[in-house]
């Protein structure tokens, strides 16, 4: 009998001739097509006895029909949810609670509720049925979730789980929710405990999806996780640990939902409300959730311990070495963190990392402690190493190594520092500190350096009473007054204290000393062992120098004024006189001993000394072909190259055809050479290049132009001013390209030329 003669027969009304058929061809061949024959000529029977009240004939033809049911490929779920409403109308307990189930939909979920409430033992009720009474309670807890107390949430829980419905499902995503919106209003309900109970692997797929109806756009397991935290007393260990389980989760996420709410936190408290005490209380309650898990990175942990740089202040600074060794220190730190940032403007800004050592470093020594952990100097080591050129983490490695025994390393760090960070007297001054202390004359050029190098008398009164001390002890007396008298002056000026080593080094300087007028000449002799000392492996270099030129820095607009400086093979290097401590109304011309290096591929002086005068020039044989209204030059000279020279670089007055001398410095720009003249001077030697010539001027006017002859010599028009046809005249000559041209004319005494 075929699937389609049994459906003919069913929709037919001759339901017992059907199913006679569909049973005998269920018996002989078991599929699809004769186990869905069976099962809708079942279900109509089934229907049938339940009308007519008759529920245990329809229990026997249900449970006939589930044995069926396992043979149907029921790809849409058509004969389940057939199969679900009949065990809800044959069951009497199933049929109470979809009732209720649509009781509480309809909106009376306190009457459904009870119903559900009375019911103690769901084992026997079919998964459809559980998962019904299960939204029961759903509705129950949501109409009432703002008025509900702890114990009441509590019992309804209780009634949930009594129910045992499978699991994952929305009812109980849905569930979860609610205690998170209850958690809302109870801050001090135990949620983890919740989801504990509640269990994490029972979030489903769609539960990790980012849901764009909340502000937050955040999933409900994150939104979750987020409410975890509102109970204050919670740390991020305590999520870890009841979240382990959940299937895709990592300890990183959670860490930057916890980041991520007291960045938003911090921010309110600051920016928005600029409640600044708060602002402390947040961050401190923050790196207190955190302390004792994982090290914590993510963008938002950051921008907390950013926000917290930033807001800092001095009289707060020692709270800084607790929270930002509970922050997690160099662990936490990302690798942008390490990076510098610049401006709209062009500015370049310290990194993260940078500013929270340098924060670091002064808590330390706001609480003045002599100790080191290994943690710290660990991470100055790190430092050290990705920020080469940050000075002040250099500086504390050399503190560090000095307080711990190796002098040799502190010194040799600062010595490189000194090198590298021209024109910062205070590396001078650790340097002196890190020496051997029977080494006093090195000691004392350091000092000396240091005050050659610094103008601002701010900074360096400690340096003036060091070096004061050993001039005492060479018996300078007139001159380390003088340093006690300067530091005093400072202290006086700025309503500052003076410190107990100024009273006793005035106390030993002999009484009725007159201080000397002056120390800088003092400073120059003996700086020179520190120099020594420092710059030994570099060559010197005498250079003079030919002037100045500024320098302006686009982003901030300020100008500096440089000295130009030129080697032997004129070559031309920029000296910042106010970094090395020299005069800046210095002679041009004045000679200097140089000593630089080259770092970034460019060179840069390290050392300068005025010395004696010295030829170091190359000058090379030129002839002046014209100046200028405005006293500029331009030359040419023996290979033909014709160089411009403005007046600027010209301390003589010369003239058309004058032999002269120019020094010049070659350099590249864009790829073309380009020649600028160091320095010019006339001279009476002859040259190989230039010839005289005199004779008969020839005056030649065609059209708009006017040019002249001489011998087959060809005079410009711009020499002609002043002259007559048939002049008797002389000059100077040139050849260039295989033509003759004068490049000065001038009138000879009257005598006859015929």
Not at 31 to 41: P, R
Not at 225 to 238: A, H, P, S, T, Y
Not at 435 to 449: F, G, H, N, Q, R
Request: include cysteine.
């Amino acid at each position: 009998m075929s699937f389609k003669q049994v459906t003919a027969l069913r929709k037919s009304g001759e339901i017992t001739v059907a199913l006679e058929l569909a049973r005998r061809d269920y018996g002989i061949f078991v599929d699809h097509f004769s186990a869905s024959a069976l099962f809708w000529t079942l279900r109509v029977l089934c229907e049938e006895k339940v009308a007519q009240g008759a529920t245990e004939e329809a229990a026997t033809i249900l449970e006939e029909m589930k044995d069926v049911f396992q043979n149907i490929d029921d790809n849409e779920g058509i004969a389940q949810r057939c199969l679900d409403r009949l065990v809800i109308q044959v069951d009497p307990e199933s049929d109470r609670i979809f009732k209720a189930y649509s009781t509480a939909r309809s909106g009376d979920a306190e009457e459904a509720y009870s119903v559900i409430y009375k019911i103690k033992d769901f084992s026997s009720s079919p998964d459809k049925v559980k998962n019904y009474a299960a939204w029961v309670v759903f509705y129950f807890l949501k109409g009432k979730i703002d008025n509900i107390s702890i114990q009441e949430f509590e019992d309804a829980m209780g009634t949930y789980y009594s129910i045992r419905q499978p699991n994952p499902s929305l009812v109980h995503s849905q569930i979860l929710n609610l205690a998170t919106r209850f958690t809302g209003i109870h801050q001090d309900y135990d949620l983890i405990g919740f989801i504990r109970r509640w269990d994490v692997r029972n979030f489903r797929p769609e539960d990790n999806l980012r849901n764009p109806e909340f502000a937050s756009g955040l999933s409900l397991r994150d939104r979750v996780i987020r409410r975890c935290f509102i109970n204050r007393n919670v740390k991020l260990e305590d999520v870890d640990d009841a979240f382990k389980d959940c299937p895709g989760l990592s300890a990183e996420e959670i860490a930057e939902l916890l980041s991520r709410s007291y960045s938003y936190i911090l921010y309110k408290d600051s920016v928005e409300d600029k409640d600044i005490p708060k602002f402390f209380t947040d961050a401190q309650e923050y790196v207190n959730r955190i302390y004792g898990s994982a090290p914590v990175r993510n963008q938002y942990h950051s921008k907390i311990l950013e926000s917290v740089v930033w807001e800092i202040e001095s009289d707060r600074i020692g709270w800084f070495k607790d929270f930002f060794e509970r922050w997690g220190f160099g662990d936490s730190f990302e690798e942008n963190d390490w990076k510098k940032t610049e401006t709209k403007d062009g500015i370049k800004m310290a990194s993260l990392a940078e500013r929270a050592l340098s924060k670091y470093a002064d808590a330390l020594e706001s609480v003045r402690t002599e100790e080191y952990s290994q943690q710290y100097k660990s991470l100055l080591a790190i430092a050290a190493e990705r920020l080469s050129d940050n000075e002040g983490v250099l500086r504390r490695m050399a503190k560090i190594h000095h307080k711990e025994g190796d002098s040799d390393k502190a010194r040799e760090i600062t010595v490189n520092l000194i090198k590298t960070h021209t024109g910062k007297y205070y590396f001078w001054s650790d340097l002196a500190t890190y020496l051997d202390p029977s080494d006093e004359v090195l000691i004392t050029a350091c000092y000396a350096k240091a005050l050659l190098t610094c103008n601002d008398e701010k900074y360096i009164g400690k340096v003036h009473l060091n070096l004061g001390r050993n001039l005492l002890k060479r018996g300078m007396y007139r001159e380390a007054l003088l340093e006690t008298e300067k530091y005093k002056k400072t202290c006086d000026e700025n309503g500052w204290p003076v410190k107990r080593d100024y009273e006793e080094l005035v106390a030993a300087i002999k009484p009725g000393t007159t201080a000397a007028k002056g120390n800088i000449g003092l400073y120059l002799k003996l700086e020179v062992p520190a120099d020594e000392y420092v710059y030994s492996d570099l060559p010197k270099h005498i250079m003079v120098y030919m002037g100045k030129i500024t320098q302006e820095n686009k982003a901030t607009g300020k100008k500096r004024h440089l000295f130009a400086l030129y080697d032997n093979h004129n070559n031309r290097f920029l000296l910042n006189p106010n970094a090395l401590g020299i005069n800046s109304k210095t002679d041009i011309r004045t000679c200097f001993e140089v000593r630089y290096m080259v770092e970034n591929g460019k060179n840069k002086i390290v050392s300068a000394k005025p010395t004696a005068p010295t030829e170091i020039l190359h000058y090379q044989p030129a002839v002046v072909l014209k100046v200028t209204d405005n006293n500029n030059i331009d030359t040419v000279f023996a290979d033909g190259r014709k160089v411009k020279i403005p007046h600027t670089r010209i301390n003589i007055a010369g003239e058309n055809g004058d032999n002269v001398e120019v020094a010049l410095n070659k350099h590249s720009v864009n790829g073309e050479t380009v020649y600028n003249c160091v320095d010019l001077r006339v001279t009476d030697k002859p040259n190989n290049f230039t010839d005289k010539f005199q004779g008969t001027l020839k005056i030649i006017r065609k059209k708009e132009k006017t040019f002249g002859f001489v011998n087959g010599i060809y005079i410009g028009g711009h020499l002609l001013e002043g002259f007559s046809d048939k002049d008797s005249v002389s000059g100077t000559a040139i050849t260039e390209a295989g033509r003759t041209y004068a490049v000065c004319l001038r009138h000879l005494s009257e005598q006859s030329t015929d």
